[in-house]
């Protein structure tokens, strides 16, 4: 009996060694071009990826050590971040014109929580995740947005969270939001990643994260982008950077859907609920505040430019065959006058009237007293 209970405890805590080397596996290390470690990701890397930084460097992961657990980057150059200045402008603060500002919320991974908060790192019941997205609802809410959180949970925390919380994300999005949200926590152990003091307050910073693979990863990095050039006028630091994953994170569903992340487990959850308000505000002005270059402006106005321009060489092409139409037909009426009339007597009358007729595009034009 003894044996047998000594060989149970062995496999568990096999298991458990073995859960915890998986989660510390997930964990990826992005080195820079000279070597030194640029940020971690937790969760998968694959060559393709793209990565903004808090600098606003743009990077793209070239390579993927999956035993190192780190993936190499390359420096594409300085990121194409929007123009914000209408921030400074007093007249960037109203937003009369839109009337109707709707904002949606939901968690995806239900379970994730904060250790020096929630007590846990996972609740399997509901976790900590759901007050800080009920927090940042309410920052939206004071400033005059309607907001929808959703308290569905989605367990458990594995591959088919995604799958399950579509179904949630897909009924908030019946009632027309002008964004939405999937609020997590990230899992990488170092909490100085995500440690921010702005302001001699102290918060956390919070990672965006878009999906590459769905038809609206273009929109949703404007936006995400939009998001952080916002934040880093009104708030430097809030934002800690931009990862483009090779996920769709339901993110197809709709333009302007971005995902999450306030500081990671190990942060004191104190410090993620004192930023929901500074990035309350963020995501109001991004959405609603600018005057022009916002990603509130009208789907008409954020029509790529290459449809225009396409448009235009279509236009200039059909009226180029146009011209060329009449002059050849100017041509040929001009040898069969010259054959009928006998000759320049009767050309030039003839020029005379075609000039009459055209309003003096072809022809011989008649002197001014004339």
Request: hydrophobic letters at 40%; one cysteine or more.
């Amino acid at each position: 009996m003894k044996k047998t209970l000594f060989s149970v405890l062995a496999a568990l805590a096999l298991c458990l060694a073995a859960l915890t080397a998986s989660a510390e596996e997930d964990v990826y290390t992005l080195l820079g071009p000279d070597g030194q470690a640029v940020t971690q990701y937790m969760g998968e890397c694959e060559a393709g990826d793209e990565y903004i930084s808090g600098d606003n460097l743009h990077y793209r992961v070239v390579s993927v050590d999956p035993q190192a657990k780190t993936a190499q980057l390359e420096l594409l150059g300085e990121a194409d971040m929007p123009d914000v200045s209408w921030l400074e402008m007093e007249q960037s603060l109203a937003v009369s014109a839109v009337s109707n500002k709707k904002i949606a919320l939901y968690c995806t991974h239900s379970d994730e929580s904060y250790i020096e908060g929630d007590g846990t790192e996972s609740d399997e019941e509901r976790g900590g995740i759901y007050d800080v997205a009920a927090a940042f609802g309410e920052g939206l809410e004071e400033l005059g947005v309607s907001v929808t959180l959703s308290d569905a949970t989605h367990h458990p925390h594995d591959a088919g969270a995604y799958r399950r919380s579509r179904q949630t994300a897909m009924e908030l999005l019946k009632d027309g939001p002008g964004a939405i949200f999937d609020i997590h926590r990230d899992g990488i152990p170092d909490p100085d990643q995500y440690a921010v003091t702005i302001g001699n307050k102290k918060m956390s910073k919070v990672r965006l994260l878009v999906g590459k693979g769905n038809q609206n990863k273009d929109a949703n990095l404007s936006f995400a982008k939009q998001i952080k050039a916002v934040a880093d006028k009104m708030y430097p630091g809030l934002i800690k950077d931009i990862y483009m994953g090779k996920g769709a994170y339901n993110q197809d569903l709709a333009p302007r859907s971005v995902l999450l992340e306030f500081g990671t487990h190990t942060l004191p959850k104190e410090r993620v609920l004192a930023s929901t308000g500074p990035m309350s505000e963020v995501v109001y002005k991004a959405l609603y505040g600018g005057v022009t270059g916002s990603a509130g402006a009208s789907d008409a106005s954020r029509a790529p430019a290459s449809e225009t321009v396409e448009g235009a060489d279509q236009d200039n092409t059909g009226a180029g065959w146009a011209v060329w139409l009449v002059v050849a037909l100017v041509a040929g009426l001009g040898v069969f006058a010259f054959l009928s009339t006998g000759g320049r007597g009767g050309m030039s009358k003839w020029g005379r009237s075609l000039s009459e007729m055209t309003g003096g595009l072809f022809g011989k034009k008649p002197p001014r007293d004339e």
